[in-house]
């Protein structure tokens, strides 16, 4: 059963930091382009970090360059999302999104919540 389980959301000032993991299960990690996407009430779902299956490339969405950092650990399955200097308009149910390049093949976790309040 393929699973992705988000965790580390939570409330945060300001300027606060916060660290997303997203732990893989039931599919072959390693071979899965890992994203995280976010969406706000009454807004999209936008992608905000990818990183390629082994960890070589990244990339941001322009509004979180400089203050987020998307990475992996293969042997542990997991994907990780730093957020630092968080702003309010960061706050936003965060997803986990894998997908493999050659078949499309892709799944999403259920999410994790990030305020960012005084």
């Known amino acids: 059963q393929v699973q992705l389980v988000e965790s580390g959301g939570g409330l945060v000032q300001p300027g606060g930091s916060l660290r997303l993991s997203c732990a893989a299960s039931?599919?072959?990690?390693?071979?899965?382009?890992m994203s995280w996407y976010r969406q706000a009430p009454g807004t999209l779902r936008e992608l905000v970090a990818t990183i390629t299956s082994t960890g070589g490339s990244t990339d941001y969405a322009d509004s979180v360059k400089g203050r987020i950092t998307i990475s992996r650990d293969n042997a542990r399955n997991t994907v990780y999302l730093q957020m630092n200097s968080l702003r309010a308009e960061d706050a936003a149910l965060y997803y986990c999104?894998?997908?493999?390049?050659?078949?499309?093949?892709?799944?999403w976790g259920q999410g994790t919540r990030v305020t960012v309040s005084s």
């Open positions: 039931g599919f072959s990690f390693s071979n899965y382009v």
């Open positions: 999104h894998a997908q493999q390049v050659e078949t499309r093949r892709a799944y």
